[in-house]
């Protein structure tokens, strides 16, 4: 559960990004492990966000080359940071796993239910269990081998390292 000042902070910086970036924002949520349920004292606040920009943007001969990401400084323990629509529909069709999980992410701060349900379709039809398999299992492997073969080993890398190994199943 978000508290709601810090819900009321994050949606204000939201609305702040689409003044200063002429965009909209589709879908916002977190995406790190408040949204994996295990939170702990240190834990900062991941927001995760997909934004459409303005139909001229895209119809230029150097979108290929425009920046597709937009990214806050780390400010009072809130992580912001978004990718364009496009960018987003480029890694949808490579079953890009952090994509997938800010779909279902289950603490939404702000959603466009029509234009995000289209993602989430699309979504259903184009995501590879091998590439999701891969990730996952390569996500594990790399904590287990970073962080679980040290003397001393924090209680949550351990659910660092079952989070993928659970979302195999």
Not at 82 to 93: E, F, H, M, S, V
Request: glycine share 2%.
């Amino acid at each position: 559960m978000i508290k709601t000042g810090i819900k009321e902070e994050i949606n204000r910086r939201l609305v702040a990004v689409e003044q200063t970036e002429s965009v909209e924002i589709l879908l916002a949520v977190e995406s790190g492990s408040r949204a994996w349920g295990f939170a702990s004292k240190d834990s900062d606040y991941d927001v995760r966000f997909i934004y459409l920009r303005p139909a001229n943007w895209y119809v230029s001969i150097d979108v290929e080359r425009k920046r597709d990401v937009i990214e806050q400084p780390i400010t009072d323990d809130i992580d912001l940071s978004g990718w364009d629509i496009r960018k987003a529909l480029q890694l949808l069709r490579k079953s890009n796993t952090p994509l997938f999980e800010w779909l279902n992410s289950p603490i939404v701060y702000r959603e466009d239910r029509v234009k995000v349900g289209v993602l989430r379709e699309l979504a259903t039809r184009c995501y590879s269990r091998v590439n999701l398999r891969y990730h996952y299992l390569n996500m594990a492997r790399r904590t287990v081998e970073q962080y679980l073969r040290r003397p001393k080993i924090l209680h949550k890398k351990y659910f660092y390292t079952l989070r993928p190994l659970l979302a195999l199943r």
